[in-house]
């Protein structure tokens, strides 16, 4: 019972990660598209 309580965990965390990656990517790429270094 155990693996599949760990296994319905990390599922849930690894769509949650995905929902949050998302969002971070796409406000991530805002970010570094406005504060480009200039090097």
């Not at 769509?15 to 949050?20: A, E, F």
């Amino acid at each position: 019972m155990e693996q599949v309580f760990w296994l319905g965990v990390r599922l849930s965390c690894f769509d949650l990660i995905r929902r949050i990656d998302e969002e971070w990517i796409s406000s991530g790429m805002m970010m570094v598209a406005s504060s480009t270094p200039l090097s």
